[in-house]
């Protein structure tokens, strides 16, 4: 089992570009999250997906799309990139939610937005 | 605002040393999770804590969930070089989970 991967590992952006990354799992889990990592900020929310087909805003979806057309897979989209969203995006899955899931995470995309 | 604070921010040490992290909040949660994070990687779960006064240890780590659930700690007993890392705690709230802000614990041998 591969677990969580992520594509790509690594880009830069100028503002106003716009790309998608990838998330895949191969555990069969029902949630999806994506978070960005920005220094002393910890980890936030960005959008999240309870199963095929739904998604959910989380604490800072601003500026970001999603889409989950199959179970397996999670995009992240970003139409018009700006330097503020220079960050290190991870990509996390679970078998369902609450409060005593295990969260798996992927390897992290960093994006540079100049 | 955070809903969650972790200190120390950064913690540098000698190994052998012992140590303490915490993690705070004003809200009451019905579980805690830890998380350590090493360089280039995402978090791996250590443990999770559900009921107040809770302790769970894994090896050389312990960590307790406090009384009324605002708040937890983790400590370790003579910390080793392969320690080093991030360490985060994180809090369920419905469908999201919500992350500390990091306590980056480095360990010289």
């Known amino acids: 089992n591969a677990g969580v991967t992520q594509t790509p590992k690594f880009r830069v952006l100028k503002t106003g570009q716009s790309m998608t990354l990838l998330c895949a799992q191969d555990?069969?889990?029902?949630?999806m999250y994506w978070y960005r990592q920005d220094p002393g900020m910890g980890l936030r929310l960005i959008h999240y997906?309870?199963?095929?087909?739904?998604?959910a805003k989380g604490e800072v979806p601003d500026g970001y799309n999603v889409s989950r057309l199959k179970k397996q897979n999670f995009l992240l989209g970003l139409e018009s990139a700006a330097p503020s969203q220079t960050s290190v995006y991870f990509c996390?899955?679970?078998?369902?939610?609450?409060?005593?899931?295990?969260?798996?995470f992927g390897p992290g995309t960093r994006l540079l937005v100049l | 605002t955070q809903l969650l604070e972790q200190s120390p921010q950064f913690l540098s040490i000698q190994e052998g040393e012992n140590l303490t992290v915490y993690c705070n909040s004003s809200s009451v949660f019905s579980s805690l999770q830890w998380y350590r994070q090493e360089p280039g990687e995402g978090p791996v779960l250590l443990v999770t804590v559900v009921t107040g006064g809770e302790v769970k240890k894994l090896k050389r780590l312990t960590f307790q969930f406090g009384d009324a659930r605002k708040d937890s700690s983790l400590h370790i007993t003579a910390a080793q070089p392969g320690d080093t890392g991030l360490y985060l705690c994180?809090?369920?709230?419905?469908?999201?989970?919500?992350f500390g802000t990091g306590t980056s614990l480095t360990v010289i041998p």
């Open positions: 994180a809090a369920n709230t419905g469908n999201q989970f919500y």
């Open positions: 996390a899955s679970s078998y369902l939610g609450g409060q005593r899931e295990t969260q798996y």
């Open positions: 997906s309870v199963g095929e087909g739904t998604t």
């Open positions: 555990m069969n889990h029902e949630y």
